[in-house]
Protein backbone atom coordinates (compact mmCIF):
# COMPACT_ATOMS: atom_id res chain seq x y z
CA UNK A 1 0.00 0.00 0.00
CA UNK A 2 1.54 3.54 -1.18
CA UNK A 3 1.67 6.25 1.84
CA UNK A 4 1.33 9.52 1.95
CA UNK A 5 2.70 11.47 -0.85
CA UNK A 6 3.60 14.69 -1.01
CA UNK A 7 5.08 16.78 -3.65
CA UNK A 8 7.26 18.73 -4.22
CA UNK A 9 9.88 17.23 -1.86
CA UNK A 10 11.73 21.02 -1.76
CA UNK A 11 10.41 24.12 -2.86
CA UNK A 12 12.99 27.33 -3.21
CA UNK A 13 11.13 30.43 -4.04
CA UNK A 14 11.55 34.10 -3.48
CA UNK A 15 9.52 36.12 -1.35
CA UNK A 16 5.88 37.14 -2.76
CA UNK A 17 6.21 34.39 -5.08
CA UNK A 18 3.84 31.81 -5.32
CA UNK A 19 3.94 27.97 -4.41
CA UNK A 20 1.25 25.27 -4.44
CA UNK A 21 2.26 22.65 -1.83
CA UNK A 22 0.13 19.14 -2.83
CA UNK A 23 -0.41 15.60 -0.65
CA UNK A 24 -1.60 12.42 -1.74
CA UNK A 25 -3.22 10.48 1.47
CA UNK A 26 -3.49 7.41 1.24
CA UNK A 27 -6.54 5.88 -0.31
CA UNK A 28 -9.29 5.45 1.05
CA UNK A 29 -8.72 7.84 3.73
CA UNK A 30 -11.08 10.20 5.13
CA UNK A 31 -9.53 12.54 6.92
CA UNK A 32 -6.38 14.92 5.67
CA UNK A 33 -4.09 17.13 7.41
CA UNK A 34 -1.68 19.88 7.42
CA UNK A 35 0.97 20.42 9.82
CA UNK A 36 4.38 22.25 9.48
CA UNK A 37 7.64 22.88 11.17
CA UNK A 38 9.31 26.23 11.17
CA UNK A 39 12.81 26.78 11.98
CA UNK A 40 13.59 23.35 14.25
CA UNK A 41 10.46 24.49 16.42
CA UNK A 42 7.70 22.01 17.14
CA UNK A 43 5.45 20.75 14.31
CA UNK A 44 2.43 22.53 14.46
CA UNK A 45 -1.42 21.81 13.05
CA UNK A 46 -2.55 23.75 9.98
CA UNK A 47 -5.97 22.27 9.59
CA UNK A 48 -7.97 19.08 8.77
CA UNK A 49 -10.31 18.03 5.99
CA UNK A 50 -12.94 15.54 6.46
CA UNK A 51 -13.11 14.30 2.80
CA UNK A 52 -13.66 17.94 1.20
CA UNK A 53 -15.19 19.35 3.95
CA UNK A 54 -12.59 22.04 5.89
CA UNK A 55 -13.21 20.32 9.43
CA UNK A 56 -10.82 22.53 11.26
CA UNK A 57 -8.55 25.34 10.34
CA UNK A 58 -7.26 27.18 13.34
CA UNK A 59 -4.11 26.11 12.72
CA UNK A 60 -4.08 28.88 9.22
CA UNK A 61 -1.64 31.45 10.34
CA UNK A 62 -3.41 34.11 8.00
CA UNK A 63 -5.14 34.62 4.83
CA UNK A 64 -1.77 34.07 2.81
CA UNK A 65 -2.13 30.30 2.97
CA UNK A 66 -5.28 28.50 0.86
CA UNK A 67 -5.82 24.96 1.63
CA UNK A 68 -8.27 22.87 -0.76
CA UNK A 69 -9.10 19.33 -1.21
CA UNK A 70 -11.42 19.16 -3.86
CA UNK A 71 -13.29 15.99 -4.38
CA UNK A 72 -12.06 14.75 -1.41
CA UNK A 73 -9.37 12.71 -3.02
CA UNK A 74 -5.49 15.10 -2.82
CA UNK A 75 -5.02 18.32 -1.15
CA UNK A 76 -2.77 21.37 -2.33
CA UNK A 77 -1.73 23.82 0.11
CA UNK A 78 -1.13 27.50 -1.70
CA UNK A 79 0.74 29.78 -0.07
CA UNK A 80 0.45 33.51 -2.07
CA UNK A 81 2.19 36.02 -1.58
CA UNK A 82 4.95 33.94 0.62
CA UNK A 83 7.20 35.18 3.29
CA UNK A 84 10.67 34.58 4.61
CA UNK A 85 8.91 33.36 7.94
CA UNK A 86 6.67 30.79 5.96
CA UNK A 87 9.90 28.76 5.64
CA UNK A 88 9.68 25.30 7.23
CA UNK A 89 8.78 22.10 6.19
CA UNK A 90 5.22 21.48 5.93
CA UNK A 91 3.68 17.89 6.43
CA UNK A 92 0.82 15.97 5.30
CA UNK A 93 -0.86 13.48 7.34
CA UNK A 94 -3.98 11.04 6.63
CA UNK A 95 -6.18 9.10 8.78
CA UNK A 96 -8.95 6.33 8.16
CA UNK A 97 -12.26 7.74 8.93
CA UNK A 98 -13.35 4.19 10.49
CA UNK A 99 -10.47 5.04 13.55
CA UNK A 100 -11.91 7.70 14.34
CA UNK A 101 -10.34 11.28 15.27
CA UNK A 102 -7.52 11.32 17.47
CA UNK A 103 -6.02 8.08 16.49
CA UNK A 104 -2.87 7.17 14.50
CA UNK A 105 -2.16 9.95 11.83
CA UNK A 106 0.54 8.41 8.54
CA UNK A 107 2.54 10.96 7.80
CA UNK A 108 4.36 12.01 4.28
CA UNK A 109 7.97 13.03 3.79
CA UNK A 110 6.94 16.71 3.73
CA UNK A 111 7.97 19.58 1.43
CA UNK A 112 10.70 21.72 2.63
CA UNK A 113 9.90 25.28 1.62
CA UNK A 114 12.35 27.73 1.08
CA UNK A 115 11.30 31.71 0.81
CA UNK A 116 14.46 33.79 0.23
CA UNK B 1 1.14 27.90 26.76
CA UNK B 2 3.16 24.97 24.44
CA UNK B 3 1.96 21.13 24.90
CA UNK B 4 4.01 18.57 24.29
CA UNK B 5 7.28 19.65 25.20
CA UNK B 6 10.42 17.57 25.50
CA UNK B 7 13.58 16.82 27.51
CA UNK B 8 16.47 16.70 26.58
CA UNK B 9 16.83 18.70 23.45
CA UNK B 10 19.50 16.33 22.43
CA UNK B 11 20.97 12.86 23.77
CA UNK B 12 24.38 11.31 22.40
CA UNK B 13 24.84 7.74 23.79
CA UNK B 14 26.19 4.37 23.22
CA UNK B 15 25.48 1.86 20.93
CA UNK B 16 24.19 -0.68 23.28
CA UNK B 17 22.86 2.09 25.99
CA UNK B 18 19.08 2.60 26.64
CA UNK B 19 18.00 5.88 25.93
CA UNK B 20 14.83 7.88 28.03
CA UNK B 21 12.97 11.07 26.50
CA UNK B 22 10.65 12.76 28.59
CA UNK B 23 7.74 14.62 27.50
CA UNK B 24 5.48 16.79 29.50
CA UNK B 25 2.14 18.62 28.51
CA UNK B 26 -0.53 21.21 30.01
CA UNK B 27 -4.22 20.07 29.08
CA UNK B 28 -6.18 16.92 29.74
CA UNK B 29 -5.87 14.79 26.85
CA UNK B 30 -7.11 11.60 24.97
CA UNK B 31 -3.73 10.11 23.88
CA UNK B 32 -0.41 10.43 23.74
CA UNK B 33 1.69 9.61 20.56
CA UNK B 34 5.61 9.35 19.96
CA UNK B 35 6.84 9.57 16.53
CA UNK B 36 10.29 9.34 15.09
CA UNK B 37 11.84 11.40 12.07
CA UNK B 38 15.16 10.67 10.47
CA UNK B 39 16.89 12.95 9.00
CA UNK B 40 15.16 14.77 5.81
CA UNK B 41 12.58 12.18 5.72
CA UNK B 42 8.78 11.91 7.51
CA UNK B 43 7.50 11.07 11.00
CA UNK B 44 7.34 7.37 11.73
CA UNK B 45 4.55 6.84 14.35
CA UNK B 46 5.96 4.61 16.98
CA UNK B 47 3.63 4.07 19.80
CA UNK B 48 0.11 5.65 20.79
CA UNK B 49 -0.76 5.09 24.84
CA UNK B 50 -4.52 6.10 25.57
CA UNK B 51 -5.17 8.38 28.92
CA UNK B 52 -6.62 5.23 30.46
CA UNK B 53 -3.10 3.32 30.02
CA UNK B 54 0.21 3.88 32.16
CA UNK B 55 2.59 1.53 30.18
CA UNK B 56 2.86 -0.01 26.98
CA UNK B 57 5.58 -1.93 25.26
CA UNK B 58 6.66 -2.48 21.41
CA UNK B 59 9.47 -4.78 20.35
CA UNK B 60 12.57 -2.34 21.81
CA UNK B 61 10.17 0.49 23.16
CA UNK B 62 8.38 0.70 26.11
CA UNK B 63 6.17 3.99 26.71
CA UNK B 64 4.33 5.34 30.21
CA UNK B 65 2.07 7.92 30.84
CA UNK B 66 1.62 9.47 34.24
CA UNK B 67 -1.84 11.81 33.39
CA UNK B 68 -1.48 12.95 37.37
CA UNK B 69 1.78 14.44 36.14
CA UNK B 70 0.54 15.09 32.92
CA UNK B 71 4.22 13.30 31.71
CA UNK B 72 5.46 10.33 29.46
CA UNK B 73 8.61 8.62 29.03
CA UNK B 74 9.73 6.56 25.92
CA UNK B 75 12.52 4.32 26.47
CA UNK B 76 14.06 3.11 23.73
CA UNK B 77 16.14 -0.34 24.64
CA UNK B 78 19.81 -1.80 23.89
CA UNK B 79 19.86 1.11 21.25
CA UNK B 80 21.17 0.62 17.50
CA UNK B 81 22.84 3.34 15.13
CA UNK B 82 19.55 3.05 13.33
CA UNK B 83 18.03 4.79 15.77
CA UNK B 84 19.89 8.17 15.81
CA UNK B 85 16.70 10.43 14.90
CA UNK B 86 14.56 12.74 16.19
CA UNK B 87 11.59 12.03 18.42
CA UNK B 88 8.61 13.95 18.86
CA UNK B 89 5.96 13.18 21.74
CA UNK B 90 2.31 14.65 20.52
CA UNK B 91 -0.80 14.69 22.20
CA UNK B 92 -4.51 14.50 21.33
CA UNK B 93 -6.22 17.23 23.79
CA UNK B 94 -10.04 16.84 24.85
CA UNK B 95 -10.87 19.95 23.82
CA UNK B 96 -10.10 19.23 19.57
CA UNK B 97 -11.28 16.46 17.71
CA UNK B 98 -9.05 16.30 15.23
CA UNK B 99 -5.60 17.84 15.82
CA UNK B 100 -2.49 16.53 17.30
CA UNK B 101 0.00 18.71 19.17
CA UNK B 102 3.92 18.05 18.57
CA UNK B 103 6.38 18.75 21.11
CA UNK B 104 9.98 20.39 20.10
CA UNK B 105 11.24 17.01 19.74
CA UNK B 106 14.60 15.43 21.50
CA UNK B 107 17.67 14.86 18.64
CA UNK B 108 18.98 10.97 19.71
CA UNK B 109 22.37 10.13 18.40
CA UNK B 110 23.71 6.86 18.84
CA UNK B 111 27.49 6.81 18.81
CA UNK B 112 28.81 3.64 17.25
Known amino acids: EAGVTQFPSHSVIEKGQTVTLRCDPI?????LYWYRRVMGKEIKFLLHFVKESKQDESGMPNNRFLAERTGGTYSTLKVQPAELEDSGVYFC??????????????FGPGTRLTVL | SQQGEEDPQALSIQEGENATMNCSYK?????LQWYRQNSGRGLVHLIL?????REKHSGRLRVTLDTSKKSSSLLITASRAADTASYFCATAPYSSASKIIFGSGTRLSIRP
Open chain 1, 27 to 31: SGHDN
Open chain 2, 27 to 31: TSINN
Open chain 1, 93 to 106: ASSPISRGLNNEQF
Open chain 2, 49 to 53: IRSNE
